[in-house]
């Protein structure tokens, strides 16, 4: 049974510094991982979405990583803005027929001004 | 491109009673997802739909939850009846097939 974990839970940092979110899978078969960000009280915005075949994706000042063979994705934000603040929930697809989303429980971040 | 529309937006009932849900997907999307998000955990698949036929109902507690998706477009998600335990934001995507989902802005339901 898939499950996917993130560290930290809550993250807080001062202003313009670069920072990464951990996310880890125990089943390396996978279809695709996603990476979102939820503002309080909203629905999920799509960050970057990353095939099973690539390693990395890079969206301005965020940059993801995936290496199925260990389990484990990485989403980097850089040079991070008090705008940034949200948690941030990391979501695999399995590879069997339904394609659903299994998701982890997040990291909630604040960004200091 | 509209995206993935829900409704209400907020819902407060009192245990036992009854709600629902209404989901309309984007356009094309023939795979519709219902999740549950519980405040502080990340969301978990309660029902989804490819067309108008369920493919994963495994975490739907059925004997108070039921989902429909007659005609394959628009979807109703029903609690009835309530428990405090249900509260919780609940979020409906659609997809093609594999692909990217999008998620709508989800329902917040505050059970009294």
């Known amino acids: 049974k898939q499950e996917v974990t993130q560290i930290p839970a809550a993250l807080s940092v001062p202003e313009g510094e670069n920072l990464v979110l951990n996310c880890s899978f125990t089943?390396?078969?996978?279809?695709?991982l996603q990476w979102f960000r939820q503002d309080p009280g909203k629905g999920l915005t799509s960050l970057l979405l990353?095939?099973?075949?690539?390693r990395e994706q890079t969206s301005g000042r965020l940059n993801a990583s995936l290496d199925k063979s260990s389990g484990r994705s990485t989403l980097y934000i850089a040079a991070s803005q008090p705008g940034d603040s949200a948690t941030y929930l990391c979501?695999?697809?399995?590879?069997?027929?339904?394609?659903?989303?299994?998701f982890g429980t997040g990291t909630r971040l604040k960004v200091l001004a | 491109e509209a995206g993935v529309a829900q409704s209400p937006r907020y819902k407060i009932i009192e245990k036992r009673q009854s709600v629902a849900f209404w989901c309309n997907p984007i356009?094309?999307?023939?795979?519709l997802y219902w999740y549950q998000q519980i405040l502080g955990q990340g969301p978990k698949l309660l029902i989804q739909?490819?067309?108008?036929?369920?493919?994963?109902d495994s975490q739907l507690p059925k004997d108070r939850f039921s989902a429909e998706r007659l005609k394959g477009v628009d979807s109703t998600l029903k609690i009835q009846p309530a428990k405090l335990e249900d509260s919780a934001v609940y979020l409906c995507?659609?997809?093609?097939?594999?692909?990217?989902?999008?998620f709508g802005q989800g329902t917040r339901l505050t059970v009294v």
């Open positions: 995507a659609s997809s093609t097939q594999g692909a990217e989902a999008f």
């Open positions: 089943d390396s078969a996978i279809y695709n």
């Open positions: 990353i095939q099973s075949s690539q």
């Open positions: 979501a695999v697809r399995t590879t069997s027929g339904t394609y659903k989303y299994i």
């Open positions: 356009s094309g999307h023939a795979t």
């Open positions: 739909f490819q067309n108008n036929g369920v493919v994963d």
